[in-house]
């Protein structure tokens, strides 16, 4: 195998076949369903598959054999299959998706979430990271090995467009493919991040979420702050009452029981490695306000803290005025908007429903109290990877990074990988990405590397190489 070829032809490919697509995709606000409840009569979710599908077809004519379908069931949002044939007995299931996160404000003059842009070897825009350069990605390692007569296993890739949604259609869609796509023995999941961008990184982890919105009601209507505080409770200082039933103020630290698992030395090690190769960059990057710092002191308690113990959010609040238009009334609610992340190895379900109980038992002066949940998603641990794969992992790192792979824990969640897990217990798994430093994924100004973008295309087709010529 000549690894220079494949990194050559990948790049031209990527120059000239893939970033001019890219682009016109991230032109297209395919927001996700749980963000958009007219997603669907906006069309602009067929149109990023229609855009998708349209560049495949052309492409694929090269790949023997190869045929591609969209999934598309009244009242539900549609998925790409491709199925390569290969010249061995296995199946590859490469996975991505194609929905957005919102646009979000505070984008950089010049940038902007529709308006892609290259910059210093950069393309802005939303989707661009997450996750736009999957299937093209994919396909780019599979003609690379086709234009190198390098043989590969059958490859199936899976792009889906609920996935910032929680991926709720997989489930039914994975039962309807089951037979087509048959026993899988290596997925690689094109979704996740990099710890930086100098090596091939592999999320080894993934943490639960568990999330509601958590309701305290004193009142039918707001009444005049000078004549009934002090008779009627703050419903603001009630639900801080609450709260602290779940996390303690002071450290951050959650106080459920059930929602700490013991870290597996396997992790453990990988954490003290991944630490010694981050350093300080584990924090220094995050855009702190003036003198705050992090909750611990170490990069080996922040990687723990971020990718194996539970975290409590507040990330929205309704039942208040902006301060500008506030009078001295006491008001008659407050809602937050909760988001814990829960550790892998637990359930979501079971933990969910121990929030709930613990929220709404007992309230503070009899208040009216409920905490309606909206997520319940367990995390994931990947398999211990197998002699050959962990070489291979390393020597196609090497080979397109210039240094070996290394191995880290993701905070956020891809529901995806609980799924696959249950269907293809006996599969060993790669999960990466190309959202690391300064990605801003979810975020203004998310942008595609793209030179880590190719690296990481040209680390699949040699991985798939690797695993042909065992």
């Excluded at 661009?128 to 086709?146: I, K, N, P, T």
């Amino acid at each position: 195998m000549n690894s220079t070829a494949l990194k050559d032809y990948i790049s031209t490919f990527w120059d000239n076949e893939i970033l001019p697509t890219l682009c016109d995709y991230i032109r297209i606000p395919c927001v996700s369903p749980l963000f958009d409840d007219e997603w669907k009569s906006r069309g602009f979710m067929d149109a990023a598959i229609n855009l998708f599908v349209t560049w495949a077809e052309e492409k694929i004519i090269k790949l023997s054999g190869a045929t591609i379908d969209v999934l598309h069931e009244p009242g539900r949002t549609p998925l790409i299959f491709i199925d390569v044939p290969g010249k061995t007995k296995e199946t590859v299931l490469l996975y991505g998706h194609l929905d957005k996160q919102p646009e979000t404000s505070g984008w950089s003059e010049g940038l902007g979430p529709w308006t892609p842009v290259i910059k210093s070897s950069k393309l802005y825009g939303r989707g661009s990271a997450d996750d736009g350069y999957a299937m093209f990605a994919a396909l780019s390692a599979l003609l690379a090995l086709e234009a190198h007569n390098l043989p590969h296993a059958r490859c199936v890739i899976v792009i889906e467009a609920a996935e910032e949604s929680g991926s709720f259609d997989m489930p039914f869609y994975m039962e309807r493919l089951k037979d087509r796509i048959g026993a899988v023995d290596l997925v690689i999941c094109l979704d996740s991040g990099a710890g930086t961008f100098d090596r091939l990184w592999l999320t080894t982890s993934l943490r639960g979420l568990v999330a509601g919105t958590l309701k305290v009601s004193v009142l039918n209507n707001g009444q005049h702050s000078g004549q009934v505080s002090g008779i009627v409770p703050s419903s603001f200082r009630i639900l801080r009452m609450l709260l602290s039933r779940i996390e303690d103020e002071a450290t951050g630290e959650i106080k459920l029981p059930s929602a700490f698992v013991k870290v597996p030395s396997e992790r453990m090690r990988q954490i003290e490695v991944t630490a010694e190769i981050l350093g300080n960059s584990v924090f220094s990057d995050i855009p702190f306000s003036g003198n705050t710092k992090p909750m611990v002191s170490t990069p080996v308690e922040m990687i723990l803290n971020q990718t194996w113990k539970p975290q409590l959010a507040v990330v929205a609040f309704d039942g208040y005025p902006k301060p500008e238009n506030a009078g001295n009334v006491l008001l008659p609610y407050t809602r937050a908007k909760l988001s814990m992340r829960i550790p892998p190895c637990c359930d979501g379900i079971a933990i969910a429903h121990a929030l709930k109980q613990e929220l709404e038992k007992n309230p503070p002066y009899d208040s009216d109290v409920s905490f309606e949940l909206q997520a319940e998603r367990s995390g994931w641990n990947a398999p211990t990877f197998c002699p050959w794969l962990e070489e291979a992992l390393n020597r196609a790192s090497s080979t397109h990074f210039g240094k070996p792979a290394a191995f880290i824990g993701e905070g956020g969640s891809i529901n995806f990988m609980v799924l696959l897990s249950e269907k293809f217990p006996q599969a060993q798994f790669i999960v990466t990405g190309v959202c690391g430093p300064d990605s801003n994924i979810h975020g203004a100004d998310e942008n595609l590397d793209i030179s880590v973008a190719k690296r990481l295309s040209a680390c699949i087709a040699e991985i798939l190489a690797i695993q042909a010529s065992r």
